[in-house]
């Protein structure tokens, strides 16, 4: 399911556990499973993040066709 989510989708969802678990209003055995649930999509959109910045910075060259990470 996860492979199928967009980056949005998946922060959007997380925004929406993190309204739940602080409403905290839930039993203790849903809010372990939504924080879990939270966790795992939380991991996913900083995979998401890192790819496109490596992306972007394959594709920003300096003059002289270096590649913006390799300034640093």
Do not use: H
Request: net charge negative; charged share 45%; glycine share 4%.
């Amino acid at each position: 399911m996860k492979d199928q989510l967009t980056f949005e989708q998946a922060l959007q969802r997380v925004e929406e556990i993190v309204s739940t678990l602080e409403r905290g209003n839930i039993p203790l055995e849903e809010a372990i499973t939504l924080y879990e649930e939270g966790k795992r999509l939380l991991e996913f959109c900083r995979k998401k993040l890192e790819a496109a910045e490596l992306k972007v910075k394959e594709l920003i060259k300096d003059k002289e066709g270096y590649k913006l990470r390799d300034l640093k």
